[in-house]
């Protein structure tokens, strides 16, 4: 019996983590870049594999891998931007109680070795260009050539051109009110805490840094879109403006980041939508549910839908395994995305006396009432 012929478009985390679970399950594979370049296509800087993520890659025999590329975190440490103390998560406790621990990691490390494990499946600079589906395959157009396959795979992220295609009037991703500026530095003595995810929170800012392997870290200045600066104003001028009089590591962070290791990122999601597949053509990762950073699920989110899509295509009816597979995701990720869009919604209040009730409010129940509700709402029905 022929294996099954999938192909994935896009090959960002999503993309190359369902391939390497599709072969495991006997597909042939392939997965097509639009990027020309593999530097092109692992651009970005940290993330965090929470305990679902790690579960997920154990399962296709990747932790190893990323025991060598992550720094394990171990409490997620919440402060103000005058430097009290609100909250402090224990990871460690619930590393135990689940039985993986969370990484952090340098995106393109991960990127790395998931292009390892997919071997010779990666094409670059090979971009879905659209598709037609009957009854027996889909046709694929990848440059300028066609490729006839079993299964189509969206894995070609926030403006995806396979959702596109499934969904042509749909309006374009909505914008989060917020941006990010990320970077990655190499400092030593950094006043990072050793194996914390630092979360500093202010009147429509947000930092949150941590530290990868070695002297790495990364850090994440948010400002909403309520702040403005003079035109021309250079973005690292501005974060020192609005960040120079918080507490370490803070300015510290931002004064010893050079400008081109500085990324500026506007954030974008969509509604959760109902229908991830249709036929023999499915979504995966952002395509499907492209949601914000605020809950550190992104990477995670996309994790899991690989390992079930290649659950849910073993063996028998193409179209009749990927409605079983969004059956099993759609609900999952919609209550990811929204909750994901309400917690970016609190960074961005202002008004001191919203903000001074945001922060008690934060006291008195996140170590006990959102802690727990959090881990129920990312670690329920993770298989």
């Not at 370049?37 to 993520?53: D, S």
């Not at 702040?227 to 507490?247: H, N, Q, S, V, Y």
């Not at 499907?288 to 992104?298: C, E, K, S, Y």
Request: charged fraction near 25%; aromatic fraction near 8%.
């Amino acid at each position: 019996m022929n294996p099954l012929r999938v192909l994935v478009a896009g090959g960002g985390i999503g993309g190359l983590t369902a391939a390497v679970a599709l072969r495991r399950a006997g597909a042939a594979v392939t997965v097509h870049e639009r990027a020309p370049e593999l530097r092109m296509a692992q651009a970005g800087h940290g993330l965090v594999l929470w305990h679902n993520a790690v579960l997920a890659l154990r399962d296709l025999g990747l932790e190893p891998g990323v025991e060598k590329i992550g720094y394990e975190l171990r409490e997620h440490l919440f402060r103000n931007s005058g430097g009290r103390r609100l909250a402090r998560w224990s990871m460690a406790r619930k590393a135990a109680e689940l039985g993986a621990p969370v990484y952090s990691v340098s995106r393109p490390d991960l990127h790395a070795l998931l292009v390892e494990e997919a071997g010779d499946a990666l094409r670059l600079d090979s971009p879905c260009g659209g598709f037609s589906a009957d009854g027996s395959g889909v046709t694929v157009r990848v440059g300028d050539a066609e490729e006839r396959v079993d299964a189509l795979i969206g894995a070609d992220g926030l403006r995806s051109v396979v959702r596109a295609a499934l969904v042509p009037h749909e309006p374009p991703p909505r914008y989060a009110g917020f941006t990010a500026f990320q970077g990655v530095i190499d400092l030593p003595g950094s006043g990072v805490p050793e194996h914390t995810f630092l979360s500093t929170w202010g009147r429509g800012r947000w930092f949150v840094c941590y530290r990868l392997t070695g002297d790495l870290v990364y850090w994440d200045g948010v400002l909403s879109d309520h702040i403005t600066a003079p035109f021309g104003t250079r973005p690292l001028d501005l974060l020192a403006r609005e960040f120079g009089d918080w507490p370490d590591p803070i300015p510290r962070l931002v004064a010893a980041t050079d400008p081109a290791d500085l990324t500026t990122v506007p954030i974008f999601d969509r509604p959760p939508m109902p229908r991830w597949a249709h036929g023999r053509v499915a979504l995966l990762g952002d395509a499907a549910h492209p949601m914000t950073f605020n809950l550190g699920q992104g990477a995670g989110q996309s994790i899991e839908d690989a390992l079930v899509l290649a659950e849910c295509l073993k063996g028998g009816d193409v179209a009749e395994g990927l409605r079983r597979y969004e059956a099993r995701r759609v609900a999952r990720a919609a209550r990811i995305v929204r909750r994901s869009r309400a917690n970016g919604a609190l960074t961005r209040w202002r008004h001191p006396v919203a903000c001074a009730a945001r922060d008690a409010f934060m006291r008195l129940t996140f170590d006990r009432l959102v802690y727990r509700k959090t881990y129920q709402l990312t670690m329920e029905d993770t298989s």
